[in-house]
């Protein structure tokens, strides 16, 4: 696989994130990188920012490998991962970084540091009463109440405050960081009329919102928020009334954006699964990684990360699936020295 830098050709049956606007917004410098077949066909295109910080220069995917034309099979794009890691080393980067939520890999480069992820997907061109059926009982339930009691969801680009407020309030709640406001709104304003941003509101009350860049390809619940005690069924609602939206302005598919893989039973992640999981959705597995490009550059970016957020999300995923063989490996020791 030759890989090189292509021009941009987005349209809008392929992914909002890999549009110029969005990757112009997202990073310091930008672009596609495209695999060739030795007869120099462009087989594939992977959209990339890149960041400079604190002397680091960070390369982030913001899509997961897109095949062009024939199927890309997996040795394929594992192949084509392994050429863009060196065309990066080679170009200076100091790493690459894990890609947003939203991003799910079929395959990783050798040499990455994985972690399994997923994210369940809606498939929207279905008919209303098929997407309807597909809902889990309860969450058809809650949407029927949310409706009697008078909960209603507005649609638009603009109510960026009142988003903004309940994501970051949300998040907060977790001990997470969201972006400042005006970062918030220049992401917004560079989706352009590739975003809805949707509020659910009882009385004058916003309850909940979900920020959803989107193209023909797909709707994307990047951002959500709500009040620290919703009603119950508003956001049930709010999710519903989303797919409905896309699907009539024939948007293909309405991703929940990440999920992790088998969470820790009754625990808050196995929670969000669950929520996400009864809108009928099917589960997309893969992975997230990351590539250390330069060790001492990617050893303080790995520190630093572990000291503000506990760790990025593959440290994250890799330390919580590897618990319990620790604790299997302790079990299993203790059971050997009572012998």
């Not at 050709?9 to 990073?27: C, M, N, Q, R, V």
């Not at 005690?229 to 598919?253: D, I, K």
């Amino acid at each position: 696989m030759n890989v090189r830098p292509t021009a941009i050709d987005w349209t809008p049956d392929l992914p909002i994130f890999a549009s110029e606007p969005y990757l112009k917004a997202a990073g310091d410098a930008y672009g596609w990188i495209g695999g060739s077949s030795p007869s120099g066909t462009l087989k594939c295109v992977l959209p990339y920012t890149v960041t400079r910080k604190a002397g680091l220069r960070i390369v982030r995917f913001r899509v997961a490998t897109i095949p062009l034309g024939d199927e890309l099979d997996v040795a394929e794009e594992k192949a084509f991962l392994d050429a863009v890691i060196e065309h990066f080393r080679a170009a200076g980067m100091d790493m690459v970084v894990p890609a947003p939520a939203n991003v799910i890999f079929r395959t990783y480069p050798q040499g990455a540091i994985t972690a399994p992820y997923g994210t369940y997907v809606v498939d929207l061109r279905r008919t209303e009463e098929e997407l309807w059926a597909k809902l889990h009982s309860k969450h058809r339930n809650v949407v029927r109440n949310a409706i009697k009691n008078g909960v209603q969801v507005l649609t638009g680009a603009e109510p960026y405050d009142t988003a903004y407020e309940l994501v970051r309030d949300t998040l907060t709640r977790s001990k997470l960081r969201f972006m400042s406001r005006a970062a918030f709104e220049r992401y917004v304003r560079s989706l352009g009329d590739h975003v809805k941003v949707l509020i659910a509101q009882h009385e004058g009350k916003a309850l909940g919102c979900a920020v959803l860049p989107f193209s023909q390809h797909g709707a994307h619940y990047v951002y959500g928020g709500t009040t620290l005690n919703p009603l119950t069924g508003a956001m049930n609602l709010l999710h519903w009334e989303a797919m409905r939206q896309f699907r009539e302005q024939a948007v293909q598919r309405y991703d929940f954006v990440g999920a992790r893989i088998n969470p820790e039973p009754n625990s808050k992640q196995a929670g969000l699964v669950m929520f996400k999981q009864r809108f009928g959705g099917e589960l997309n597995e893969g992975f997230m990684w990351k590539y250390s490009l330069r060790p001492l550059k990617f050893a303080v970016y790995s520190l630093a990360m572990r000291y503000l957020r506990g760790g990025d999300v593959v440290d994250q995923e890799r330390a919580r699936l590897q618990a319990p063989l620790a604790v299997a490996a302790a079990v299993t020791s203790g059971r050997d020295r009572q012998f």
